[in-house]
């Protein structure tokens, strides 16, 4: 892994910035600005985080008209990864807000822009600390470094000020982070995060026997290039804050992110370096806090997003429920992967300011109205939401239902290749496929799908995988959820070296689901797979592919695919071929979340 070429990480280092920014507005005209909306002062808050004093670089939005006598409730918002307080697209977002009566603060996250600190990874003991003190400022109760304060924010209670936070990505973790550590946020509206970082940066998409103890197959491109920006900060950021600067083996990120880059570069996952990966990467991420987030949650995720995918959301959202904290959820169209700066039509575009204009920003207007100026008559919408991108008309692109959908159908891997409808059809056979020690298997390029280059269509080179195909189908079949998988592999190789102590010895594979057309055109659903590094061979195991939310025409078939690597993530150590056997009665199941028909 680490010998992949440093000229192709540099470049995806340098424009993954602009596309993952969901940050907070430029500052207008100097220290104050007024347009006669909204005026606009730029702000430095001291405050306290792990165990450091961390210098905030900030905008506060203050309408016109409000004042202490006449308060309004706030947001607050921060940037994506990468960014800080004055990329554009929130710099729309912010006005948007101030226009629309709330009291905005607008800051660049610790570690980016001019605030001081180090990249923390949105850890709840640090920058969700670092929020906490700005909820201080606009409870009034703290005043800026320059003395100013805003006591003009619409309190609940002495010290407790009504506010609600907005962002995407890095900026939307640390919404729940905040949450998780003061009680006092009322709202949140996460877009596009994570629930689990060691699931997003190195997933093992394995469910059950022990597979939460094994790393997974390592995003090599996202995670390096999230890495790079971050370490790369002087060519970009001059005269750094130097509270920025850890060491010189660590520019820019507390010790503990570099040591899970290390890790995960190395190839190897020997048993104490696994454990502190995980336990590091699961502290840092919601799946280890959401049990103290009280705050009203409407989560919006994307469709593609080979990043943070929608399983990502949907775990925090089953999590939420369960504990009785209000959360509803969206599935709009754009993620990480493409589309971000060009939204499909009456999509959401962050860029426009204007979230009156789209389905998903609508929702966000009612979920801060019933909220933060508690309006109970405030429609929030269906528990669930999906855009579907088979309907034209930009009104009706969005299906709602009050639960997810469940498994409800079956297709099972015969050894002919056929995924059939009936276990009784299932043929006895076996095959099987070897990796090379080169990837050989395409899904996506994380430069390409940021920047907007062409990306070569997926593929899979013959002998290095194995597919099962369905009949054409009779009626058109829509998907909405994530699929799941129950397979048996035969592993000789794979067997001998799993119990080597190194986890990395353990047999990886990737599982997807392609639509294949009439004419022989087969389409990756948004160019997402499922990598699997497999507990034990011996075993049956279940693997959760990613969410999706597509329609499978009538005539159409379905193809399963287990592939030995993808040119996205590592994969084998060494050559480990695999064998699947198929009979009646004992055989790989195909499960699908279908709706409607």
């Known amino acids: ?18 596309p993952l920014v969901l940050a907070a507005p430029l500052v207008l005209g100097g220290p104050a600005a007024a347009t006669d909306q909204y005026t606009v002062t730029a702000l430095k808050l001291t405050v306290r985080a792990g165990g450091r004093d961390c210098t905030v670089d900030a905008d506060l939005y203050r309408p016109r008209g409000v004042d202490r006598a006449h ?11 990468g960014g800080s ?24 996250g610790l570690g980016f822009g ?20 700005l909820i201080d400022f606009l409870a009034g109760t703290r005043a800026a470094d320059d003395g100013t304060r805003a006591d003009f924010v619409t309190l609940d209670a002495k010290g407790d000020p ?9 900026g939307g973790a640390i919404q729940l982070a905040t949450a998780a550590v003061d009680h006092r946020v009322d709202a949140l509206a996460p877009l596009i995060t994570w629930n689990d970082l060691a699931y997003s940066l190195d997933p093992n998409n394995a469910v059950g026997n022990g597979s939460r103890a094994v790393p997974g197959a390592f995003k090599w491109q996202w995670t390096n290039g999230f890495y790079l920006i971050g370490e790369t900060q002087p060519l970009t950021v001059p005269s ?18 570099c040591a899970i880059i290390r890790t995960l570069n190395s190839g190897s996952y020997p048993a104490k370096a696994t454990a502190d990966l995980l336990a590091y990467a699961h502290s840092v991420s919601p799946v280890s806090y959401l049990n103290r987030v009280k705050a009203p949650t409407l989560l919006v995720q994307g469709q593609a997003d080979s990043l943070f995918d929608l399983n990502e959301a949907t775990a925090t959202y089953k999590t939420l429920k369960a504990q009785g904290t209000a959360a509803k959820m969206i599935w709009q169209s754009w993620g990480h992967s493409g589309g971000m700066t060009n939204p499909a039509p009456g999509e959401l575009d962050l860029s426009q300011g204007d979230l009156g204009s789209s389905y998903v920003g609508r929702r966000i207007l009612a979920w801060f109205d019933r909220y933060l100026l508690q309006r109970k008559s405030a429609d929030t919408g269906p528990a669930f939401a999906y855009y579907r991108d088979w309907i034209t008309d930009p009104a009706d692109t969005y299906a709602t239902a009050d639960r997810l959908p469940a498994l409800d159908e079956k297709l099972y891997l015969s050894g002919d290749g056929k995924l059939v409808d009936d276990r009784a059809k299932v043929t006895r056979g076996s095959r099987g496929y070897a990796n090379w020690l080169v990837p050989t298997s395409h899904s996506e390029n994380s430069l390409s799908a940021m920047i907007g ?73 948004h160019r997402l797979v499922a990598p699997v590094r497999v507990p034990d061979v011996a075993k049956s195991f279940t693997v959760g592919l990613p969410g999706i939310v597509h329609r499978f025409a009538k005539g159409h078939r379905l193809r399963f695919v287990i592939a030995a690597s993808d040119d996205a993530y590592t994969g084998n150590r060494g050559i480990k071929p695999v064998t699947v056997v198929s009979s009646p009665k004992d055989t790989g199941v195909l499960e699908l979340p279908v709706v409607g028909g």
Not at 71 to 81: H, K, Y
Request: glycine share 10%; charged share 20%.
């Open 240 to 257: 750094l804050d130097p509270t920025r600067i850890n060491s010189l083996t660590c520019l820019h990120f507390v010790s503990e992110a």
């Open 114 to 133: 001019k605030s001081g600190c180090l990249i923390s990874l949105d850890d709840p003991r640090i920058d969700g600390a670092a929020a906490s003190g």
């Open 71 to 81: 308060p309004a409730p706030a947001v607050l918002a921060t940037n994506g990864f």
């Open 162 to 170: 009504r506010v609600g936070m907005i962002g995407g990505s890095y």
């Open 1 to 18: 892994m680490s010998c992949r070429a440093p000229g192709i990480r540099a470049a995806l280092a340098l424009t993954l910035t602009a």
């Open 453 to 525: 280059l062409p990306d070569p269509a997926p593929y899979d080179t013959k002998g290095t995988y194995l597919g099962w195909t369905s009949e054409p189908l009779t009626r058109t079949t829509d998907v909405v959820g994530a699929p799941k998988a129950t397979l048996k592999v035969v592993s000789p190789k794979a067997r001998h070296t799993q119990n080597s102590g190194d986890a990395a010895d353990n047999l990886v594979l990737f599982a997807k689901l392609y639509d294949l057309a009439p004419d022989g055109t087969q389409t990756l659903v």
């Open 85 to 108: 307080k004055s990329d554009g697209s929130t710099e729309a977002m912010g006005k948007d807000f101030a226009r629309r009566g709330y009291v905005g603060l607008v800051y660049s």
